[in-house]
């Protein structure tokens, strides 16, 4: 039941009232208790009733009953969102069409079909991995029609190995990618398969200039990393520039990951360079819609972006952005997202006390964010010499640290930023042994992220 409701609730009103007529359709015959079930349940969807509620709604009615009858009704609801999906795939349901023609041997009729699905597709602009997956469908399709119609006229056998061979070889990329990104986080190795023979069939390969097989195999290698990897993020990034619009929204999303990907891990090797190359991929994201999932921004990937453009100082831009992009962030964290970052753009400026008024007056429900938050106060008291407050923001610093169990490496950074900044307001720094001395500590912690602004104020 819980199940049922909880599928139930997350319909949009629209999709909703689609499945109500669904089930109260003759389509797909329905039990008729399971639609009472629904209706009854349908009422209830804005605020769901408790357990305890449910089961005494049906006291009277055999267990065994409500248990069939919720199975009857998800039954139904699984069939109408698989439905759904197939409307979302244009091509795919095209080429089903053709195959269903043709299993009533009409075989012109499914010609015809093959026609208009084969002009729809070759118009769609997209020519992602979804393209050369319904490529392969029609081809196949054609393949066996032509046999139906006679086998003299079977004649596009090699273009159905072709379209077999990129549908796969763009797959196959793609869950390599996938694999990479996951390894690099989980330190879990996986059996890659057919991924190396493939790798070595594309070397000097024409299907190399097919973008989504060039796109997936340059992202494999940047991502793969090593001394040979810039040239491959340069080709994404030139397939980005060039072919963004030829791919849906979801692939330009993960194309666009993989580059900004390659960009962070060499920003954290300290190649300062790829600030700008990370920057650019942003704004290009952006002007394509790739960094948005179902038309949200990450506050992530907000918080991200503007750390970008204010470490460029390019204090214009991020202003817009700021703000031309606040309400695209999840509504529970648009305020915190927003005042966090105003705090980072007029502390960045410099404007100190209009930094501090937006810390001050907001609550962040993520731990490191509440941290970050912490941080820059602290920096700020101690450009404005206010000793007290800066301890007092220390202090709550290393409380909270205490009551949180889970930050892992991250508690050792925030401990160790407390420790140096109590040094450096406690230590006469008119004193060249004394500043040497912290200067030598800061170098060698091994986890500091705040280092560049500690030695900075030595």
């Known amino acids: 039941m819980q199940s049922l409701l909880a599928i139930l609730q997350a319909l949009p009103k629209e999709r909703l009232r689609m499945f109500d007529k ?42 065994r009953r409500v248990y069939h009858l919720c199975n009857y009704l998800q039954e139904a609801l699984e069939r109408f969102l698989a439905l759904e999906q197939a409307f979302e795939h244009r091509h795919l349901r095209h080429s089903d069409v053709v195959t269903a023609l043709r299993k009533l041997r009409l075989s012109e009729e499914a010609a015809g079909m093959m026609r208009y699905a084969r002009r729809r597709l070759e118009q769609d602009v997209h020519r992602g991995l979804d393209y050369h997956e319904a490529d392969y469908r029609l081809q196949t399709e054609a393949y066996y029609l032509s046999l139906q119609q006679g086998r003299a006229k079977t004649f596009n056998a090699q273009q159905l190995s072709d379209a077999q061979d990129v549908a796969f070889i763009c797959a196959k990329l793609r869950t390599g990618c996938l694999l990479l990104s996951h390894q690099s986080v989980s330190q879990q190795t996986y059996d890659k398969g057919l991924l190396d023979p493939v790798l070595t069939f594309l070397e000097g390969h024409p299907y190399l200039d097919i973008p989504a097989v060039a796109a997936y195999y340059h992202g494999y290698f940047a991502q793969l990393g090593g001394a040979g990897s810039e040239p491959h993020f340069l080709q994404l990034k030139t397939l980005l520039q060039e072919k963004a619009a030829n791919f849906s929204t979801a692939e330009t999303h993960d194309l666009f990951l993989l580059a900004i990907n390659f960009c962070i891990r060499n920003i954290n090797r300290q190649n300062e360079r790829y600030f700008r190359e990370i920057f650019e991929l942003y704004q290009a994201g952006l002007q394509h819609g790739a960094l948005l999932e179902d038309g949200l921004l990450s506050r992530w990937t907000y918080n991200n972006i503007i750390s970008t453009g204010l470490r460029l100082k390019e204090f214009s831009w991020v202003w817009d952005f700021l703000h031309e992009f606040a309400p695209q962030i999840q509504e529970e964290h648009r305020e915190g997202a ?47 010499q206010e ?14 640290i205490r009551r949180k169990k889970v930050l892992g490496y991250h508690r050792d950074n925030y401990m160790a930023f407390v420790k140096f900044t109590r040094k450096l307001a406690l230590t006469n720094l008119n004193s060249a042994s004394e500043r040497t001395k912290i200067r030598q500590e800061v170098e060698a912690a091994p986890v500091l992220t705040e280092r560049d602004w500690l030695l900075a104020k030595l």
């Not at 669904?22 to 039990?31: A, L």
Request: with cysteine.
């Open 22 to 63: 669904w089930v109260h359709g003759s389509y797909f015959p329905i039990h008729p208790d399971a639609i009472a079930l629904f209706d009854l349940l349908k009422n209830r969807l804005d605020a769901p009733p408790e357990r305890k509620e449910l089961e005494r709604d049906f006291a009277p009615v055999d267990p």
């Open 387 to 400: 000793t007290d407050a800066l301890e007092n923001q220390l202090s709550s610093i290393q409380i909270y």
């Open 338 to 384: 927003k005042h966090y970052n105003l705090a980072r753009y007029h502390y960045e400026k410099g404007e100190l006390r209009d930094a501090m008024r937006h810390l001050l007056h907001m609550e962040y429900d993520d731990v490191l964010q509440n941290l970050s938050a912490k941080v820059l106060l602290c920096k700020i008291y101690f450009t404005l």
